[in-house]
């Protein structure tokens, strides 16, 4: 049967597209000249002269200087995106607390605040607390009103509703947080997993930035993993892909349940296994603090990273089993501190469980990689609403 001839674009519609493809280069690399837009997306030089004016009449780009010193005229104009046209914020919840940023439309950050939650606290308190900080630091950056809200939490997100779904784990104020924000925020609130975000982080910043396809595989205080196949992130049918925690795993006590994930991965992996294991090895005492595994980890001497990437490798193996992703990347702060010295050890003991050729690169950007997730998910909402679909 012959193929149906593709139908050629409208007018309109390629007006659309090669604006927003212009657009999407401003973004990427900045201020640029018209013929250096022209050189970039192989348009004519009357058409980017016309999506040029069409984008600058509409508030969308703007003049912002010349390119060279020697230069004077149209043809050095340095256009850019007009910055001010929406401001955004991320918020990263953690069970301690909150971490939020303000920042304009191309991700630029404007101010930051952190805001402590004790261990107690009640959780009216907890949040009206988080509120008012994002309300203030807002106002300090400018941003009088917000346009875009983006929320990494841990937890699973219903994928139907976009909703953090409710968790015996969690504390409590998590959810009544996210109601609060979508009530009192005159703007567009979206909730994304924690290990999704820096998944999407890694991907546009960090050490995912030349893979379609790998897996993030996230050691913190908690165990977690997200899946990006050909580009694009994979959540599951209930938003629970990469719940590696309660991957069932040679040598723990029991098996994990559907209310706990003890005796699962997280048993071998996670910030008390990890501590548990340094006091073995003799690096640390006993009840030291979670926040301490990213310490211990970093400064660990060899034979305690082989432990622990003997560890790391059983629940990486099964992932890899399963999916096949090509790479690996050991996210978290635990990930982060491990750096190659962990990554190298866990590729090594992976090539000789599996048949499948994996690379494990250690991740780049760390605990801030939700928060850097949280901001990317809120500019790339926000441009899909404000820039043109139609031409």
């Not at 001497?301 to 560890?311: E, G, V």
Request: proline share 6%; hydrophobic share 45%.
């Amino acid at each position: 049967m012959p193929a149906t001839p593709a139908v050629p674009a409208s007018p309109r519609t390629a007006r659309a597209i090669n604006d927003r493809l212009a657009l999407r280069l401003l973004q990427d690399e900045g201020p640029l000249t018209a013929g250096q837009l022209k050189e970039r997306t192989g348009l004519s030089r009357p058409t980017v002269a016309d999506l040029v004016e069409r984008l600058t009449a509409a508030g969308l780009i703007t003049v912002v200087g010349e390119s060279g010193a020697q230069r004077r005229g149209p043809n050095a104009r340095l256009y850019g995106i007009v910055t001010d046209l929406a401001h955004l914020a991320a918020l990263d919840v953690r069970t301690e607390g909150v971490r939020l940023v303000v920042a304009d439309l191309m991700g630029t950050v404007l101010a930051e605040a952190a805001v402590p939650v004790a261990a107690g606290e009640e959780a009216s308190a907890a949040v009206e607390h988080t509120v008012a900080t994002l309300e203030r630091t807002a106002k300090e950056a400018g941003a009088e009103r917000l346009h875009t809200v983006g929320v990494g939490a841990p937890g699973l997100i219903d994928p139907a509703t976009g909703s953090l779904r409710d968790s015996s784990g969690l504390p409590r104020w998590h959810r009544s947080l996210i109601a609060a924000l979508q009530e009192r925020l005159p703007a567009r609130v979206l909730v994304e997993n924690e290990t999704n975000l820096a998944a999407i982080a890694e991907r546009r910043d960090g050490a995912a930035r030349d893979r379609e396809t790998f897996v993030l595989l996230w050691l913190g205080l908690g165990i977690g993993a997200a899946v990006v196949l050909d580009g694009k992130l994979r959540r599951g049918a209930s938003g629970g892909t990469g719940e590696v925690g309660f991957l069932p795993v040679p040598g723990t006590v029991g098996l994990p349940s559907a209310s706990g994930c003890d005796g699962g991965f997280h048993s071998l992996a996670g910030s008390a296994a990890i501590l548990e294991l340094a006091a073995e090895h003799g690096l640390v005492g006993p009840r030291e603090p979670l926040e301490r595994a990213a310490d211990v980890v970093r400064s660990g001497p060899p034979p305690f990273l082989d432990a622990l990437a003997d560890r790391v490798a059983l629940g990486a193996a099964a992932v890899v089993a399963v999916l096949d992703p090509g790479c690996v990347v050991l996210a978290g702060e635990v990930g982060r501190a491990g750096g190659e010295a962990l990554a190298g050890r866990v590729a090594e003991r992976l090539s000789r469980m599996s048949p499948l050729a994996t690379e494990v690169r250690a991740g780049e950007l760390g605990g801030g990689a939700v928060l850097r997730g949280a901001l990317l998910m809120a500019r790339e909402s926000a441009q899909t609403t404000l820039y043109p679909t139609r031409g």
